[in-house]
Protein backbone atom coordinates (compact mmCIF):
# COMPACT_ATOMS: atom_id res chain seq x y z
CA UNK A 1 0.00 0.00 0.00
CA UNK A 2 1.33 3.23 -1.18
CA UNK A 3 0.90 6.49 0.54
CA UNK A 4 0.38 8.33 -2.66
CA UNK A 5 0.21 7.06 -6.72
CA UNK A 6 1.30 9.52 -8.36
CA UNK A 7 0.69 9.79 -12.50
CA UNK A 8 3.24 11.38 -14.21
CA UNK A 9 6.94 12.39 -13.33
CA UNK A 10 6.79 15.80 -15.31
CA UNK A 11 7.86 18.67 -12.87
CA UNK A 12 4.58 18.42 -11.00
CA UNK A 13 4.81 15.37 -10.23
CA UNK A 14 8.77 14.55 -9.83
CA UNK A 15 7.96 17.60 -6.98
CA UNK A 16 5.17 16.10 -5.43
CA UNK A 17 7.19 13.09 -5.06
CA UNK A 18 10.23 14.56 -3.74
CA UNK A 19 8.50 16.53 -1.37
CA UNK A 20 6.22 13.05 0.26
CA UNK A 21 9.50 11.28 0.37
CA UNK A 22 11.07 14.24 2.34
CA UNK A 23 7.78 14.03 4.47
CA UNK A 24 8.70 10.20 4.79
CA UNK A 25 6.25 9.42 2.97
CA UNK A 26 5.76 5.97 0.28
CA UNK A 27 5.25 7.28 -3.09
CA UNK A 28 5.26 5.56 -6.56
CA UNK A 29 5.64 7.38 -9.47
CA UNK A 30 3.98 5.96 -12.80
CA UNK A 31 5.56 7.57 -15.90
CA UNK A 32 5.01 6.54 -19.29
CA UNK A 33 7.92 7.84 -21.58
CA UNK A 34 11.25 6.83 -20.87
CA UNK A 35 13.27 9.74 -19.87
CA UNK A 36 15.08 11.43 -21.28
CA UNK A 37 11.78 12.74 -23.81
CA UNK A 38 11.73 16.01 -25.72
CA UNK A 39 8.98 18.66 -23.71
CA UNK A 40 7.92 22.31 -23.96
CA UNK A 41 8.12 24.50 -21.33
CA UNK A 42 11.75 25.67 -21.16
CA UNK A 43 11.59 29.29 -20.37
CA UNK A 44 11.66 29.09 -16.32
CA UNK A 45 10.98 32.19 -13.64
CA UNK A 46 12.89 33.46 -10.87
CA UNK A 47 10.79 32.62 -8.28
CA UNK A 48 11.47 28.92 -9.40
CA UNK A 49 14.38 29.21 -7.19
CA UNK A 50 12.59 28.81 -3.95
CA UNK A 51 11.22 26.19 -5.38
CA UNK A 52 14.39 24.35 -6.00
CA UNK A 53 16.08 25.41 -2.63
CA UNK A 54 12.92 23.52 -1.10
CA UNK A 55 13.21 20.50 -2.48
CA UNK A 56 17.22 20.23 -2.02
CA UNK A 57 17.40 20.25 -5.81
CA UNK A 58 19.26 23.78 -6.44
CA UNK A 59 22.92 22.43 -6.28
CA UNK A 60 21.61 20.10 -9.25
CA UNK A 61 19.65 23.09 -11.34
CA UNK A 62 23.11 25.63 -10.36
CA UNK A 63 25.63 23.06 -11.76
CA UNK A 64 24.03 21.68 -15.10
CA UNK A 65 24.66 24.59 -17.00
CA UNK A 66 21.87 25.93 -18.12
CA UNK A 67 21.42 28.86 -20.26
CA UNK A 68 20.70 32.29 -17.44
CA UNK A 69 17.64 34.11 -18.42
CA UNK A 70 18.46 37.55 -16.86
CA UNK A 71 15.00 39.57 -18.86
CA UNK A 72 12.42 39.30 -21.39
CA UNK A 73 12.25 41.03 -24.46
CA UNK A 74 8.48 41.69 -26.02
CA UNK A 75 8.78 43.22 -29.60
CA UNK A 76 5.64 43.82 -31.82
CA UNK A 77 5.37 42.16 -34.75
CA UNK A 78 6.15 45.07 -37.23
CA UNK A 79 8.99 45.80 -34.61
CA UNK A 80 8.16 49.31 -34.23
CA UNK A 81 7.69 48.80 -30.19
CA UNK A 82 9.65 47.20 -28.17
CA UNK A 83 10.34 46.27 -24.35
CA UNK A 84 12.73 44.81 -21.99
CA UNK A 85 11.73 43.45 -18.64
CA UNK A 86 15.29 42.81 -16.55
CA UNK A 87 14.26 40.94 -13.52
CA UNK A 88 17.21 42.91 -11.77
CA UNK A 89 15.36 45.94 -12.01
CA UNK A 90 12.13 45.10 -10.31
CA UNK A 91 12.04 46.52 -7.33
CA UNK A 92 9.65 43.69 -5.79
CA UNK A 93 11.50 41.35 -7.80
CA UNK A 94 14.01 39.05 -4.96
CA UNK A 95 15.33 36.73 -7.68
CA UNK A 96 17.33 38.56 -10.53
CA UNK A 97 17.85 35.27 -12.65
CA UNK A 98 16.15 32.33 -14.04
CA UNK A 99 17.11 29.93 -16.35
CA UNK A 100 16.33 28.80 -20.03
CA UNK A 101 15.83 24.48 -20.03
CA UNK A 102 16.05 21.45 -22.06
CA UNK A 103 13.06 19.72 -20.80
CA UNK A 104 14.48 16.68 -21.45
CA UNK A 105 17.49 17.34 -19.14
CA UNK A 106 15.61 19.62 -16.58
CA UNK A 107 12.94 16.73 -16.05
CA UNK A 108 15.21 13.82 -16.02
CA UNK A 109 17.44 16.00 -12.82
CA UNK A 110 13.87 16.41 -11.19
CA UNK A 111 13.19 13.07 -11.38
CA UNK A 112 16.59 11.48 -10.53
CA UNK A 113 16.08 13.40 -7.67
CA UNK A 114 12.71 12.24 -6.73
CA UNK A 115 14.57 8.68 -6.63
CA UNK A 116 17.26 9.42 -4.84
CA UNK A 117 14.81 10.55 -2.02
CA UNK A 118 13.35 7.43 -1.92
CA UNK A 119 10.51 8.06 -4.23
CA UNK A 120 9.74 4.29 -6.43
CA UNK A 121 9.91 5.65 -9.95
CA UNK A 122 8.55 3.14 -12.99
CA UNK A 123 8.90 4.74 -16.36
CA UNK A 124 7.59 3.22 -19.65
CA UNK A 125 4.46 3.04 -17.63
CA UNK A 126 1.32 3.93 -18.74
CA UNK A 127 -1.25 4.17 -15.96
CA UNK A 128 -4.56 2.89 -17.93
CA UNK A 129 -7.04 3.18 -15.40
CA UNK A 130 -8.10 4.46 -11.85
CA UNK A 131 -10.50 3.48 -9.06
CA UNK A 132 -11.33 5.43 -5.82
CA UNK A 133 -12.78 3.36 -2.81
CA UNK A 134 -13.58 3.78 0.88
CA UNK A 135 -10.11 3.67 2.24
CA UNK A 136 -7.71 3.67 -0.56
CA UNK A 137 -7.28 3.81 -4.34
CA UNK A 138 -6.42 1.47 -6.90
CA UNK A 139 -4.53 1.82 -10.79
CA UNK A 140 -3.84 -0.17 -13.35
CA UNK A 141 -1.25 0.40 -15.66
CA UNK A 142 0.79 -1.02 -18.55
CA UNK A 143 4.30 -1.82 -18.64
CA UNK A 144 6.38 -1.62 -22.02
CA UNK A 145 6.45 -5.36 -22.36
CA UNK A 146 2.75 -5.27 -22.28
CA UNK A 147 2.15 -6.55 -18.98
CA UNK A 148 -0.45 -4.89 -16.70
CA UNK A 149 -0.03 -4.33 -12.79
CA UNK A 150 -2.78 -2.63 -10.26
CA UNK A 151 -1.18 -1.04 -7.61
CA UNK A 152 -2.95 0.28 -4.23
CA UNK A 153 -2.53 3.70 -2.37
CA UNK A 154 -3.96 5.99 -0.08
CA UNK A 155 -4.02 8.86 -2.47
CA UNK A 156 -3.88 9.44 -6.47
CA UNK A 157 -2.29 12.51 -7.31
CA UNK A 158 -2.76 13.19 -10.98
CA UNK A 159 0.58 14.68 -12.58
CA UNK A 160 -0.47 13.70 -16.08
CA UNK A 161 0.13 17.30 -17.68
CA UNK A 162 -2.19 17.91 -20.59
CA UNK A 163 -3.61 14.11 -21.02
CA UNK A 164 -5.86 15.33 -17.44
CA UNK A 165 -6.26 11.83 -17.16
CA UNK A 166 -8.58 11.55 -13.84
CA UNK A 167 -10.59 14.80 -14.41
CA UNK A 168 -10.88 13.53 -18.22
CA UNK A 169 -12.34 10.41 -17.36
CA UNK A 170 -14.66 11.98 -15.41
CA UNK A 171 -16.07 14.75 -17.45
CA UNK A 172 -14.60 17.28 -15.67
CA UNK A 173 -12.70 19.29 -18.44
CA UNK A 174 -13.38 22.68 -19.85
CA UNK A 175 -12.07 24.63 -22.36
CA UNK A 176 -11.71 28.29 -22.47
CA UNK A 177 -14.19 28.46 -25.48
CA UNK A 178 -12.61 31.87 -26.35
CA UNK A 179 -9.27 30.77 -26.07
CA UNK A 180 -8.59 28.22 -28.09
CA UNK A 181 -5.25 28.18 -29.37
CA UNK A 182 -2.78 25.86 -31.65
CA UNK A 183 1.26 25.90 -30.90
CA UNK A 184 3.75 24.98 -33.28
CA UNK A 185 7.20 24.32 -31.97
CA UNK A 186 10.49 22.80 -32.64
CA UNK A 187 14.39 23.52 -31.85
CA UNK A 188 17.23 25.26 -34.23
CA UNK A 189 21.02 25.34 -34.62
CA UNK A 190 22.61 28.41 -35.25
CA UNK A 191 19.78 31.35 -34.93
CA UNK A 192 21.27 34.58 -34.18
CA UNK A 193 20.55 35.55 -31.07
CA UNK A 194 21.99 38.72 -28.78
CA UNK A 195 24.78 38.37 -26.58
CA UNK A 196 26.39 40.71 -23.45
CA UNK A 197 23.65 40.97 -20.47
CA UNK A 198 20.69 40.00 -23.19
CA UNK A 199 22.44 36.41 -24.03
CA UNK A 200 19.67 34.40 -22.73
CA UNK A 201 16.52 36.69 -22.97
CA UNK A 202 13.58 34.94 -23.96
CA UNK A 203 12.34 36.83 -27.24
CA UNK A 204 8.18 37.09 -27.52
CA UNK A 205 6.87 38.91 -30.57
CA UNK A 206 3.12 39.68 -30.59
CA UNK A 207 2.31 39.78 -33.99
CA UNK A 208 -1.57 41.11 -34.69
CA UNK A 209 -3.08 37.73 -34.25
CA UNK A 210 -0.10 35.36 -32.91
CA UNK A 211 3.09 35.76 -31.25
CA UNK A 212 6.39 33.86 -31.84
CA UNK A 213 8.83 32.92 -28.98
CA UNK A 214 12.68 32.24 -29.59
CA UNK A 215 14.30 30.65 -26.29
CA UNK A 216 18.13 30.34 -26.14
CA UNK A 217 18.88 26.85 -24.85
CA UNK A 218 22.57 26.78 -25.46
CA UNK A 219 24.99 28.98 -27.31
CA UNK A 220 23.94 27.24 -30.67
CA UNK A 221 20.51 26.01 -29.59
CA UNK A 222 17.07 27.54 -29.59
CA UNK A 223 13.82 27.04 -29.54
CA UNK A 224 11.21 28.31 -31.57
CA UNK A 225 7.32 28.53 -31.62
CA UNK A 226 4.30 30.06 -32.94
CA UNK A 227 0.96 30.26 -30.65
CA UNK A 228 -2.23 31.28 -33.01
CA UNK A 229 -5.98 31.23 -32.27
CA UNK A 230 -7.30 27.70 -33.60
CA UNK A 231 -10.37 29.27 -36.11
CA UNK A 232 -6.83 31.62 -37.94
CA UNK A 233 -4.74 28.07 -38.22
CA UNK A 234 -8.05 26.60 -39.61
CA UNK A 235 -9.18 28.99 -42.38
CA UNK A 236 -5.00 29.29 -43.40
CA UNK A 237 -6.01 25.68 -44.80
CA UNK A 238 -2.22 25.11 -44.22
CA UNK A 239 -0.25 22.31 -42.59
CA UNK A 240 1.51 23.32 -39.42
CA UNK A 241 5.21 23.12 -41.31
CA UNK A 242 3.51 25.62 -44.10
CA UNK A 243 2.02 28.02 -41.19
CA UNK A 244 5.39 27.87 -39.37
CA UNK A 245 7.27 28.68 -42.09
CA UNK A 246 4.96 31.50 -43.57
CA UNK A 247 4.48 33.28 -40.17
CA UNK A 248 8.71 33.69 -39.88
CA UNK A 249 9.19 34.72 -43.34
CA UNK A 250 6.19 37.54 -42.27
CA UNK A 251 7.86 38.73 -39.01
CA UNK A 252 11.02 40.59 -39.98
CA UNK A 253 12.64 40.13 -36.80
CA UNK A 254 12.29 36.09 -36.78
CA UNK A 255 13.42 35.83 -40.36
CA UNK A 256 16.65 37.86 -39.62
CA UNK A 257 17.70 35.68 -36.81
CA UNK A 258 16.83 32.47 -38.80
CA UNK A 259 18.18 33.27 -41.65
CA UNK A 260 20.93 30.98 -40.77
CA UNK A 261 19.55 28.50 -38.73
CA UNK A 262 18.68 25.14 -39.41
CA UNK A 263 15.89 23.11 -37.71
CA UNK A 264 17.07 20.15 -35.90
CA UNK A 265 13.77 18.29 -35.41
CA UNK A 266 10.54 17.53 -36.85
CA UNK A 267 7.99 20.35 -35.45
CA UNK A 268 5.64 19.65 -32.94
CA UNK A 269 1.78 20.54 -32.29
CA UNK A 270 -0.02 21.41 -29.40
CA UNK A 271 -3.71 22.11 -28.84
CA UNK A 272 -6.50 23.26 -26.96
CA UNK A 273 -4.23 23.49 -23.96
CA UNK A 274 -6.32 25.96 -22.04
CA UNK A 275 -8.49 24.40 -19.96
CA UNK A 276 -10.22 24.02 -16.37
CA UNK A 277 -11.56 21.12 -14.12
CA UNK A 278 -13.98 21.63 -12.44
CA UNK A 279 -12.30 20.03 -9.14
CA UNK A 280 -8.61 19.81 -8.34
CA UNK A 281 -9.09 18.26 -5.00
CA UNK A 282 -11.64 15.24 -4.26
CA UNK A 283 -11.89 12.64 -1.60
CA UNK A 284 -8.27 10.61 -2.39
CA UNK A 285 -7.39 12.85 -5.27
CA UNK A 286 -5.50 15.72 -5.75
CA UNK A 287 -4.74 17.41 -8.85
CA UNK A 288 -1.37 19.25 -9.59
CA UNK A 289 0.50 21.01 -12.33
CA UNK A 290 -1.25 21.12 -16.14
CA UNK A 291 -3.47 18.78 -14.56
CA UNK A 292 -5.19 21.24 -12.24
CA UNK A 293 -5.50 23.08 -15.44
CA UNK A 294 -3.52 25.58 -17.78
CA UNK A 295 -3.80 28.89 -19.93
CA UNK A 296 -1.51 30.02 -22.01
CA UNK A 297 2.36 29.79 -22.09
CA UNK A 298 2.50 33.46 -22.95
CA UNK A 299 3.97 34.45 -19.21
CA UNK A 300 6.42 31.77 -19.04
CA UNK A 301 4.27 30.61 -15.88
CA UNK A 302 3.77 26.41 -16.89
CA UNK A 303 6.57 24.89 -15.19
CA UNK A 304 6.73 26.94 -12.28
CA UNK A 305 3.14 26.93 -10.84
CA UNK A 306 3.06 23.01 -11.79
CA UNK A 307 5.91 22.54 -9.06
CA UNK A 308 4.63 25.35 -6.38
CA UNK A 309 1.29 23.23 -6.83
CA UNK A 310 3.10 19.84 -6.65
CA UNK A 311 5.17 21.07 -3.60
CA UNK A 312 1.73 22.03 -1.65
CA UNK A 313 -0.56 18.86 -2.32
CA UNK A 314 2.48 17.05 -1.12
CA UNK A 315 2.63 18.54 2.29
CA UNK A 316 -1.54 18.79 2.14
CA UNK A 317 -1.81 14.82 1.45
CA UNK A 318 1.23 14.55 4.49
CA UNK A 319 -1.09 16.14 6.73
CA UNK A 320 -4.47 13.88 5.31
CA UNK A 321 -2.53 11.03 6.10
CA UNK A 322 -1.75 11.62 9.41
CA UNK A 323 -5.73 12.17 10.39
CA UNK A 324 -6.39 9.48 8.06
CA UNK A 325 -8.89 11.20 6.47
CA UNK A 326 -9.71 11.08 2.68
CA UNK A 327 -10.66 15.02 2.07
CA UNK A 328 -9.33 17.63 4.62
CA UNK A 329 -10.15 21.81 4.91
CA UNK A 330 -6.38 21.64 3.81
CA UNK A 331 -7.30 20.43 0.25
CA UNK A 332 -10.04 22.36 -0.07
CA UNK A 333 -8.11 25.70 0.44
CA UNK A 334 -4.98 23.83 -1.47
CA UNK A 335 -7.70 23.86 -4.61
CA UNK A 336 -8.33 27.48 -3.63
CA UNK A 337 -5.17 28.74 -3.63
CA UNK A 338 -4.22 27.10 -7.22
CA UNK A 339 -6.70 28.62 -9.01
CA UNK A 340 -5.68 31.71 -6.85
CA UNK A 341 -2.31 31.75 -8.77
CA UNK A 342 -3.21 30.85 -12.09
CA UNK A 343 -5.89 33.63 -11.79
CA UNK A 344 -2.96 36.16 -11.15
CA UNK A 345 -1.77 35.20 -15.01
CA UNK A 346 -4.96 34.55 -16.55
CA UNK A 347 -5.93 38.46 -16.00
CA UNK A 348 -2.32 38.91 -17.53
CA UNK A 349 -3.18 36.98 -20.77
CA UNK A 350 -6.55 37.92 -21.23
CA UNK A 351 -5.80 41.88 -21.20
CA UNK A 352 -2.62 40.77 -23.03
CA UNK A 353 -4.35 39.60 -26.39
CA UNK A 354 -5.90 43.44 -26.11
CA UNK A 355 -4.91 46.62 -27.79
CA UNK A 356 -5.19 48.64 -24.89
CA UNK A 357 -3.39 46.61 -22.17
CA UNK A 358 -0.52 46.43 -25.46
CA UNK A 359 -0.54 50.19 -25.94
CA UNK A 360 0.46 50.31 -22.05
CA UNK A 361 2.59 47.28 -21.93
CA UNK A 362 4.81 48.83 -24.79
CA UNK A 363 4.88 52.43 -23.23
CA UNK A 364 5.58 51.82 -19.58
CA UNK A 365 4.85 54.15 -17.58
CA UNK A 366 7.74 54.95 -14.60
CA UNK A 367 5.55 57.39 -12.57
CA UNK A 368 4.69 55.31 -9.44
CA UNK A 369 6.98 52.67 -10.06
CA UNK A 370 4.10 50.37 -11.73
CA UNK A 371 6.41 48.33 -13.93
CA UNK A 372 7.82 46.98 -10.98
CA UNK A 373 4.84 45.22 -9.50
CA UNK A 374 4.04 43.59 -13.68
CA UNK A 375 8.00 42.84 -13.11
CA UNK A 376 7.28 40.48 -9.89
CA UNK A 377 4.61 38.92 -11.21
CA UNK A 378 6.31 38.17 -14.65
CA UNK A 379 9.42 37.09 -12.35
CA UNK A 380 6.95 34.58 -10.65
CA UNK A 381 5.97 36.08 -7.37
CA UNK A 382 2.60 35.45 -6.86
CA UNK A 383 2.29 36.20 -2.70
CA UNK A 384 2.40 39.90 -3.75
CA UNK A 385 3.21 42.60 -0.92
CA UNK A 386 1.23 45.88 -0.60
CA UNK A 387 3.52 47.26 -2.06
CA UNK A 388 3.31 45.98 -5.66
CA UNK A 389 -0.39 44.28 -5.15
CA UNK A 390 -1.81 48.18 -4.84
CA UNK A 391 0.36 49.01 -7.96
CA UNK A 392 -1.12 46.18 -10.05
CA UNK A 393 -4.46 47.21 -9.27
CA UNK A 394 -3.12 50.54 -10.49
CA UNK A 395 -1.84 49.18 -13.55
CA UNK A 396 -5.00 47.19 -14.84
CA UNK A 397 -7.01 49.82 -13.64
CA UNK A 398 -5.12 52.33 -16.37
CA UNK A 399 -5.56 49.12 -19.17
CA UNK A 400 -9.31 49.54 -18.72
CA UNK A 401 -8.69 53.32 -18.65
CA UNK A 402 -6.80 53.16 -21.86
CA UNK A 403 -10.04 51.96 -23.49
CA UNK A 404 -11.72 54.75 -22.63
CA UNK A 405 -9.57 57.75 -22.03
CA UNK A 406 -6.48 57.16 -23.10
CA UNK A 407 -3.19 57.38 -20.52
CA UNK A 408 -0.71 55.94 -23.02
CA UNK A 409 -0.08 57.79 -26.48
CA UNK A 410 -2.11 55.34 -28.66
CA UNK A 411 -0.52 53.98 -31.22
CA UNK A 412 -2.29 51.77 -34.23
CA UNK A 413 -1.97 48.07 -34.56
CA UNK A 414 0.94 46.07 -35.46
CA UNK A 415 0.73 45.94 -39.30
CA UNK A 416 2.25 42.17 -39.13
C1 LIG B 1 3.16 25.71 -26.44
C2 LIG B 1 3.54 25.70 -24.99
C3 LIG B 1 4.66 26.43 -24.57
C4 LIG B 1 5.01 26.43 -23.21
N1 LIG B 1 6.08 27.18 -22.80
C5 LIG B 1 6.37 27.25 -21.47
C6 LIG B 1 7.49 27.99 -21.00
O1 LIG B 1 8.22 28.61 -21.77
N2 LIG B 1 7.73 28.00 -19.67
C7 LIG B 1 6.95 27.31 -18.77
O2 LIG B 1 7.21 27.35 -17.58
N3 LIG B 1 5.91 26.57 -19.21
C8 LIG B 1 5.61 26.51 -20.52
N4 LIG B 1 4.57 25.74 -20.94
C9 LIG B 1 3.82 24.97 -19.95
C10 LIG B 1 4.58 23.73 -19.47
O3 LIG B 1 4.91 22.93 -20.57
C11 LIG B 1 3.73 22.95 -18.49
O4 LIG B 1 3.03 23.83 -17.64
C12 LIG B 1 4.54 21.99 -17.62
O5 LIG B 1 5.23 21.06 -18.42
C13 LIG B 1 3.60 21.27 -16.65
O6 LIG B 1 4.26 20.26 -15.96
P1 LIG B 1 3.44 18.96 -15.52
O7 LIG B 1 4.38 18.14 -14.71
O8 LIG B 1 2.14 19.33 -14.96
O9 LIG B 1 3.10 18.21 -16.88
P2 LIG B 1 4.13 17.52 -17.98
O10 LIG B 1 5.39 18.24 -17.91
O11 LIG B 1 3.37 17.49 -19.21
O12 LIG B 1 4.32 16.09 -17.37
C14 LIG B 1 3.28 15.14 -17.40
C15 LIG B 1 3.90 13.76 -17.47
O13 LIG B 1 2.85 12.79 -17.33
C16 LIG B 1 3.10 11.71 -18.18
N5 LIG B 1 1.83 11.02 -18.43
C17 LIG B 1 0.75 11.50 -19.11
N6 LIG B 1 -0.23 10.59 -19.12
C18 LIG B 1 0.23 9.51 -18.42
C19 LIG B 1 -0.33 8.24 -18.09
N7 LIG B 1 -1.57 7.88 -18.48
N8 LIG B 1 0.41 7.38 -17.37
C20 LIG B 1 1.67 7.72 -16.96
N9 LIG B 1 2.25 8.91 -17.26
C21 LIG B 1 1.53 9.79 -17.97
C22 LIG B 1 3.70 12.35 -19.42
O14 LIG B 1 4.47 11.42 -20.16
C23 LIG B 1 4.55 13.48 -18.82
O15 LIG B 1 5.90 13.10 -18.64
C24 LIG B 1 4.23 25.69 -22.28
C25 LIG B 1 3.12 24.95 -22.71
C26 LIG B 1 2.77 24.97 -24.06
C27 LIG B 1 1.57 24.17 -24.50
Same mark, same amino acid.
Given at each position: ??????????????????????????????????????????????????????????????????????GAQFWLGDGTKRVRVTFAQGIFTEFPEAFQVERSRFDQILLDHASECGAEVREESTVLTHEVLNDRTRVK????DGTEETVEGKFIVDASGLSNMTANAGGQRSYYEEHKKVAIYGHFDNALMPDGDQLGDILIIRRRNSWCWMIPLSATKTSVGLV??????????????????????????????????????? !?? @????????? =???? *???????GDSAGFIDPIFSSGVFLAMQSGRDAACVIHEALAKDQPMTSAMKRYEKNVRRRIGIYWEFIENYYTHAFTELFFQPQPGLNLPSSVNAVL?????????????????? !?? @????????? =???? *?????
Open positions: MWDAIIIGGGPAGSSTAIKMSQLGRKVLVLEKEKFPRFHVGESLLPYNRTIFDELGVWSKIQSAGFMVKRYRRALDRTDFQAMKLTPEEAFAQAMENTPEMKRRLATATKTMP !LH @VARDFSYRN =ATLA *APRIMRVAGRTELPWGAWWRLRIFF !LL @VWLQRRHPI =ARPF *AQSSI
